[in-house]
């Protein structure tokens, strides 16, 4: 949620803090503002809206002179999207520029305090406070002001400050929130994500929790929470700006759809060598893996999804009892976890707030925990025992679709590889598991190119009020993660139920034309699939099947048909949910919906 950047240099800052900030929109927002220091003052300009239109109000920049500023975009927590709440905010006197990512959670006590001081506020929100803070406690030195500032806040925090009274410096500091330092020559930054920053430097600093950074055009240093200097080592970013472009495609989601064969490729391929499954880092030998009784998936949203096929397939092949949770609801639970648990933690960013607290929680209570993300040096990555790379690139559209499938291909390698050691699986199984791994790539290219239909099918299905999709087993599992996609870009409410659930309850809802999807790939629950189609087609609702290819006998009950290639069942999610994402695709393209950035929605969730 949000997005911060900050630049100091010799360049004029403000273009640059708004290309930052347009390579962070992704990330969900509704208001944006850029603030430079030039000749002692400090020249800011914000408003509600977008960074197109901030660019527009400072001709692309070129209106702010100044070579050392920050920039934010906000996804409204406290206050509405105003230009009033809009970040930067500044101090009552104007000496100190602050943003802010995250949620201070004492910020009321904190306001009362400074009120009652005498300190006037404009906005609502709760950032206001840091920029009082820092004018209360600066006495000409900067980092100690922001060392006490920091020192007084509670809750989630990612701070960017500039002092117009500093010429060319910044501080920066890191609480429970993503933030990446890049390093430049005669120039340096620092944003939120490194897709603000590939544009003009590779070579970037993670920071960890309590950390505080020092920015000048000549220099970056980093101190822990006493002031203490500490030496970081630097990170060389290995893809380019190019990877984050759309390509020639009409939006980012159908680009990173059209990426999924090239990114599951690039999470299977390595991984298999002389056909074995070698997953590095991941150093638990069959005794280490013995000790576990039972397995923990947490995640949230389609990283959730990915996590109940995980179940699914692990458990099959490994026999070995798994538990899916939503991280929002495992971190208060009290959950029964220990050394002899091994926590899976699923998350695209590496970044999703309520991961983390799920992850800490239960490692504090001696889980074993591996990480399965995307964003190499994420806080995940680093707080778990051993993390698998997705190695699936930027992922910039809102609404998950190669972080999905490769999250599922990663899940994929892990059940195989855990199978044979354990030795739940012989040789002839694992050599024919190991093939279909290899083969997923080209099967879901083959999803894609099956299903050219779904454009017009989605025009006939576009103004539906509602749809269902159903499906049994893994088909279930898959049902959820395509209900989610259609849900938040087309807005269409949408819901998945497992096939045998419909007769308790929900098939009240069903109605005259309403559309049920409903999926048909385990091919061994395919009778049993057809008599819940025939349930619902009984009270009236038109059916879009989705079955595997050369299977005819969806077209004797289903209105409408899309194709997933035929393979192993157990790895059939990732080919199937592809059309489901097209189908969504388009079907939100009919409604002039907002495909890329859909309303209320970010893409790195970094508060509750």
Known sequence: MCGIVGFTGAAPAAPILLE??????????DSAGVAVQHEGAIEMVKASGTVEHLAEMTSNGAALEGGC??????????GAPTDTNAHPHLSEDGRFAVVHNGIIENYAALRRELEGEGYSFASETDTEVVAHLLERYYDGDLRRAVMRTASRLEGSYVLGVLCACEPGRLFCVKEAGPLILGLGVDENYFASDVTALVGYTRNVIYLEDGEMAELTPESVTVYDRTGREIPKSVSHVVWDIEAAEKGGYEHFMMKEIMEQPRAVKSTIEPRIRSGRVELEGLDLTAEDFARFRRIVITACGSAYHAGMVGKYVIESLCRVPVEVDLASELRYRDPIVGEDTLLIVVSQSGETADTIAALRECKARGAYVLAIV????????RLADCALYTHAGPEIAVATTKGYTTQLSALYLFAVWAAEKLGRIDEMRYNELVAELSALPARIQRAIDLNLHVKYLA???HAQRAMFFIGRNIDYAAALEGSLKLK???YIHSEAYAAGELKHGTIALIDEGRLVVALCCQTALFEKMVGNIQEVKARGAKVLGLAPEGDRRIFAEADDVLFAPGGEPLFAAAP????LQLFAYYVARENGCDIDKPRNLAKSVTVE
């Open 374 to 381: 995307n964003v190499v040096g994420s806080t995940i990555a």
């Open 69 to 78: 500023g920050i920039a934010h975009t906000r996804w409204a927590t406290h």
């Open 459 to 461: 025009g006939r299905w």
């Open 20 to 29: 930052g900030l347009r390579r962070l929109e992704y990330r969900g927002y």
């Open 576 to 579: 199937e949910i592809v059309p």
């Open 488 to 490: 938040e870009i087309s």
